[in-house]
């Protein structure tokens, strides 16, 4: 067919040739595949690249067990590598550093942590702006579960309107906040407009790092997903979440893909090619304009750095599925299915969206 020869190659090979990209994210839903893929990107990045970071940014790290190597929140050089380096940060602690409300307990440190995802979205900033001084080459995030990452990537209007709440919870009590800073909290420095000040220079460093996440030639983010309906769904979404946020994605990897190998006998494995083929379809007619790339599911974990390489070369050379020669009926059932399932989404999209923009 004509319109397959279209098809962007079925490869990560664009980001590696993409050297102008300094921030890749990966990111889906738990269990798909996010640290074993931005593990393998790293280590592709690292023989076309001077120096690459991988930083886990998921509570539940696991760098440590896909490298079988323990990581700190300080860039560690990973073993059997010359320029891969690798860190676990926690985006939930170090706020108080991060804000400088140490010893600020009570009504003002209440105050600015009023401000929703504050913390978590500071210490990201901060982390940011520290990395940036390092003058790693490219730097890969193993990122959380979909919404903590683009939690963060929305956060600039997030403190925008907190700032306005502040603002105005400052004209109304007059002095009543200075007053209660000097009595509860010491000197000028904890002032409300020192607090102000602080605040806008939070906002000044997140505004600056949003500028470089929405320009697609300095970042991009990589969707990670398996052939199932719920991932399908769940990447469209996040699709639709980045373009929200002007955030350049054009890969997916479909992870966790039966191969239909000679000899398989079992009825419960061919059902379930069966129902990959269907979502894999959906995929390729959803995302024609992405790279799709899809990897196999192995018979065994992917852990330590020899499987890391050796599943690495699934990222270079597409996978060939055996040619399926559907009957016409059986295509126009399919893309039927497929328009009742996308109008489904699309409602329960909306519905989300009306459910946010209501907190
Ligand atoms: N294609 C695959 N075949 C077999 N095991 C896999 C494959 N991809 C990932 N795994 C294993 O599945 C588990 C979860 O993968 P992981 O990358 O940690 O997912 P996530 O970071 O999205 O939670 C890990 O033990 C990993 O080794
Ligand atoms: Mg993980």
């Known amino acids: 067919m004509d319109s397959d020869q279209e098809l962007p190659e079925g ?107 504050i913390d978590e979205a500071m210490s990201f900033a901060e982390m940011l ?51 209660m800073t000097r009595l509860f909290g010491g000197g000028d420095e904890f002032g409300e407009d020192a607090i102000l000040g602080k605040l806008e220079g939070m906002k000044e460093l997140i505004e600056q790092v949003n500028m470089q996440f929405k320009d697609p030639d300095l970042t991009t983010f990589v969707c990670v997903c ?9 990447t469209e979404r996040l699709v639709q979440e980045l373009t929200k946020f002007e955030i350049d994605t054009h890969n997916i990897i479909i992870n966790q893909v039966l191969y239909d190998e000679e000899g398989v006998e079992s009825q419960l494995l061919k059902a379930r090619m069966r129902m990959q083929q269907k979502y894999l379809d959906q995929f390729y007619m959803l995302y024609d304009d992405f790279h799709i790339t899809k990897l196999p599911l ?7 750095v020899d499987a890391l390489k050796s599943f690495s070369r699934h990222f270079l050379s597409p996978y060939q599925p055996s040619v399926n020669e559907d009957t016409v009926e059986e295509v126009e059932r399919r893309v039927s299915s497929l328009r009742e399932q996308l109008t489904e989404a699309e409602a329960e999209l909306e519905r989300l969206r009306k459910g946010k923009q209501k907190v």
């Open 226 to 234: 398996i052939p199932e309906f719920l991932s399908l769904y769940e």
């Open 129 to 179: 702006k520290l990395v940036q001084t390092m003058d790693y080459s490219v730097i890969v995030f193993d990122t959380a579960p979909t919404g903590h990452t683009l939690r963060l990537l929305q956060f600039p209007s997030t403190l925008e309107k907190g700032l306005v709440k502040m603002m105005s919870l400052k004209n109304k009590f007059g002095g009543l906040i200075s007053q």
């Open 298 to 304: 192995l018979p065994e974990e992917v852990c330590g």
């Open 11 to 117: 490869t990560v090979q664009n980001i590696l040739d993409q050297d102008s990209l300094k921030w890749v994210f990966v990111g889906g839903k738990g269990g798909v595949g996010k640290t074993t893929c931005s593990s393998v990107l790293s280590i592709l990045l690292s023989r076309v690249r001077p120096s690459v970071l991988i930083i886990s940014t998921d509570p539940a790290h696991n760098l440590s067990d896909a490298f079988q190597q323990r990581f700190t929140k300080s860039p560690t050089l990973i073993n059997g590598f010359t320029n891969l380096y690798a860190m676990e940060v926690d985006p939930t602690t170090e706020n108080e550093e991060a804000l400088g409300t140490d010893g600020m307990d009570g009504f003002l440190s209440d105050l600015a942590n009023s401000i929703p995802g």
